[in-house]
């Protein structure tokens, strides 16, 4: 029970899908043109279910087969379509243009009729291209040099004779008899010439339907539509747009199994071009050309309002101006507004509220905010604003004036005071005490030429001491290039802060009570200064070399000999406690001969 009432569901499922459908009726060909002799299909397709079939005159064909009746259902990137269809194999028996009638179906209780068909018949079979190859008897599809007759692009605009600056839209569209399983844009059209926008649509995917072109029947979808309003007049050329496509095409079958299953296929890449699209761009007319019109084109009207007509001097009116239509109202100029002389003015604020973008066209409101500020007290009159565009569907030109409005202003305190827009932000505030007010009288605070820093003895001062610092570094330069060339006396002059290094080494470590380091530290920064003193490595010092060297440089005997007397002492103490001596001692010693030795050499 519970399989019949599945099976029952299922039914009624399929039955809806059916009804749900459109059910328009269409007609195509398999090719057209066809060859005298030549064999081919004419198919009546319906999306949906439909009764009581009724076939056209079929006269000037010979009717070989049919009619056959089938029922699809198909599913392209999501989207499933249920279809009826009848069909007849024919061939051509003369030359000629050859119409093929409508065909009748009874759809959702009503009688709808197809559309007819011109099928151009020529002598012979119609020459294939050098690319193409014949179908096999297994149903294999023609060659990939036949896909531009099976999958191609256009662009479709709406209108292609129009008006300097009239709106018109084109639609980037496929059509295809092939499967595709991916697709991708290459290159899209350069709108030179033209002010564009896109139309947003909230769908992710293209939306595929059937439609006919040429009498042949094809899936179709768009994959975008564009608002475009010429710039200038004339032929203005829009360029190809290009996609490639991976097509899935039946191949030969490799063995029996795939002969029977049908599931041998091949994948093919397919690079598509649309063909150029020429727009007959027409200037406006010069007959009744208003005064003043400055390229609007549409269909507009406008109103104007003010947020009050009663008021003080330096208080803030606003003044708005609203214009609504369709055409290129995002190309609108600033409108020719003329306020009284005694009102100050600022640049208005435009807005564009409601504007939509469709395959219609543009439309919406744009929204002119002025604000005002009176300077003096008095009636005046704001005077009416006139718009003049031009309407592409009568041909006319057309003015449109918004009403003039009497202002009275009464006398204002004598402070400035801070107007803004109601209802705006922060920036738009203006504060008026800045702006430029009557003429001063009094003292204006200038002061004569010098009486400033400009012109002054510090001023020329401290035009001179610019120089004068470039000539004192150029000199210090030179002076520390000769100084640093000579690299013993360098290391003879360092020798005693690297001795002072060490000896305050020296000197952490006796206060830490570590000897060994403490006469490591003084043997180090007594070798470490003879080094750099006397210009020898450290390598090659040893008693001998030090004596000698230090009398030839006329060092005195005595602080030879002291000096020789704490390299022993240090030398002996690295190896054995010294108690004839303190440490304090050996400390004051070499800082008293290296003090000495810097004072006679």
Known sequence: MNKKYYILTLILCWAGLLCAQDGKFIASVSKNPVGTGEEFEVTFSINGNGSSFSPPDLSGF????????STSMQSINGNTTVSNSFSYELVAEKEGNITIGPASIVANGRRISSNAIVVKVVKGRPQQSSGAQQATGNGAAESTANLSKQLFLRIVPDRDNVYQGQQLTITYRIYTRVAITQSLVDKMSDLTGFWNEDIKTQQQQAHWRNETYNGMLYHVADIKQTILFP?????ITIDPFEMTFTVREPAPAKDIMDQFFGNAFRDVNYKAKSTPLTIHVRPLPEAGKPAGF???????????SVDKTHLKANEALNYKIRVTGSGNIKLLKNLNVNFPTDFEKYDPKISDTSVTESAAGVSGTRIYNYLLIPRHQGDFTIDPVTLSFFNPATGRYSSITTRSFQI???????????AAFSGADKQDVKLLNKDIQYIKTGDAGVSRVGDRFYGSLMYYLLLLLGPVLCAVALIYRKWNEKNNSDIVK????????????????????????NTHAFYEAVFKGLYGYLSDKLNISYADLNRETIASTLKLRSLSEGVIDRLLDTLDLCEMARYAPVTHISEQEVFEKAKDIINAIENEI
């Open 294 to 304: 400055s390229g609007t084109v549409g269909s507009f009207s406008m109103e104007a």
């Open 62 to 69: 010979q009717v070989v087969g049919g009619p056959n009746v």
């Open 490 to 513: 360098v290391k003879s002059r360092r020798a005693s802060r690297v001795a002072a290094k060490h000896l305050a080494n020296a000197k952490k470590q006796l206060q830490a009570n």
């Open 408 to 418: 009275k202003v009464d006398k204002g305190t004598p402070e400035n005071s801070i």
């Open 231 to 235: 710039e200038h007049a004339g032929n």
